[in-house]
């Protein structure tokens, strides 16, 4: 029953409360975070809750009205009121559900987003510039801050590979729907006949692990450094501030040249490296949920086509969902909101479906 349930998160919210005041676990920082987090978290529920618990007293009162009194006039504007009450009983009751979906743990984090160019040469690298504009305009709007990380120059413009952290409030739990193969259709600057091409570039979002997820242990890791590199090989600078490290148990190799400090390279290069060391854990949590799933709309899983920009019809398509918006030209100016929101929408549904929530 959807009322015990709140009672006992009630109930749970209560004890946190007092936890997070508790000297001890004060002092214990890693689970003084975790505790903070699901007070945040159980915040609306509880709200909510009182509202609801609000509403269903005011229920009863009102039938007890109805039933004892006589007066017409009096008897109307109770029904009138109850009717009210009703209807918002069943509204807040669906929003509660809603509410009530586990969220990923993950989602509140910070994301470091790769994207890389696909199958189309250098159209394909263009293209991921493209995309990589999008994500930027996108955080903009958000008021999101990006780092860039690393990058690799396309000969013709655009990235070969562009890594990058976003950083802000829920960005994981947004941009995970990125997650995927985008293919492009349209004239490449290059074509001189004005065929349309398809292009592709992968883009892949993980959550910032940080130093609390991932135990990194010095003597696993064998660190290189090299002189940087611009487009086409040649050397940027003299000194070896370029870091290679390698984590020989994993064979997981990040390299990392953006800064001309070897020491902010090093930085950078450790919280990839702990990044994906990570996203191998989450991978499998991902692949659990992936088996159970029907549309698949946030699983992960990077080999999939999950939209399609034609620039001739000016539309994109987004394969999971099947939506198709005819505004491309604000689409990759950023405007990917209404995309993101249908695809969290029919997640949600699909995790009502699943029974997540009784």
Known sequence: MLLEKLHAIHQRYEEVSRLIT????????????????????????????????????????????????????????????????????????EEIRFLLIPADPQDEKNAIVEIRA?????????????????????????????????MNEGTSGGFKEVIFNVMGEGVYGILKYESGVHRVQRVPQTETQGRVHTSAATVAVLPEADEFDVELKQSDIRKDTFCSSGPGGQSVNTTYSAVRLTHVPTGIVVSIQDQKSQIKNLEKAMSVLRTRLYDLEYKKYLDEISSKRKTMVSTGDRSAKIRTYNYPQGRMTDHRIGMTLYNLSAIMDGDIQEIIDALQVAENAEKLKEGVVS
């Open 22 to 93: 508790d000297p001890d676990i004060v002092s214990d920082m890693k689970r003084y975070i975790a505790l903070n987090k699901e007070y945040k978290d159980l915040g609306p529920i509880i709200e909510a809750y009182r509202e609801y618990k609000n509403i269903l007293d005011n229920i009863d009162s009102t039938k007890e009205i109805l039933n004892k009194e006589k007066d017409p006039e009096f008897r109307e504007m109770a029904k009138l009121e109850l009717d009210e009450l009703l209807e918002r009983e069943e509204k807040l009751e």
């Open 118 to 150: 696909g199958t189309g040469g250098d159209e394909a690298a263009i293209f991921a510039g493209d995309l990589y504009r999008m994500y930027q305009k996108f955080s903009e709007s958000k008021g999101w801050k990006i780092e860039l990380v690393d």
